[in-house]
């Protein structure tokens, strides 16, 4: 290789392979190529790093032990987050004072107080009523699916709320509601209670027996029909449920409802007034009334 091939004293001879200059380095006969990044790449490389350091400068940046660095600016992103969540705030309390002095059906007339408080609601309610009606208020059995239209004790905007508001047989309420469904084990022969069970059966589907649904019913009305009502549909003021509507709370078929005429389950609803509030409990009947709520 003759000098020609020799740059000067920052590059090493042309790699006779690649024809690229060399940096005159040279382990175990390897030559270290002389491939330098593209000029744009470095300048973009000083920019960042100008940048960087005009950043710390201008934003708070570099941490110390207890604090960080405050900027030129005195920009900070927890400021602006703490800022918008105050307005946010300032917002809803602003629309919360409206529904604590706004009547129930005032709040279903208006549609921006309706659609915040049913928003407000729902918050609510994933907090507090999610554990026993689920997360998509439809229920399980002895918690009631607040999604259909069959309410035990009225489906208004007005009778939710007292429901939510008093509970259900919540002990030290004295609005709370209330009703108990006496035991028959003693009142009715083992027969009777299955005669009964299987009328009850037969109002929406077939029992399995047929023959005992026609005793049954005279049993029914006998022991049953001054809290169900007659046709069995119910009667909300006593909070006896409708059975002749195929919706059951503590179990479906003729053993369930058997096990209820001989020892009844009854369900217990915290009354949430003096746990939540009125305006919490005012968007959470507004809430659970836009679900499936009717008169």
Known sequence: MTDKHISNTHTGPIDDISGVTTTGHEWDGIRELNNPMPRWWVWTLYATIVWAIGYCIAYPSIPLIRDSTKGLLGYSTRGELKTEQNAATQAQTAMADRIASASLQDILANPELSQFAIAAGSSAFKVNCAQCHGSGAAGSPGFPNLNDNDWVWGGSVDDIFQTVAHGIRHPGDDETRFSEMPSFAEGLQPLEIRQTAAY?????????DPAMAEPGKALFEANCAACHGENATGNRELGAPNLADAIWLKGEGEDAVAAQIRTPRHGVMPAW?????ETTVKELAVFVHSLGGGE
């Open 200 to 208: 009850v059966v037969s109002l929406t589907g077939t029992p399995r």
């Open 273 to 277: 007034l003096p746990r939540l509030g």
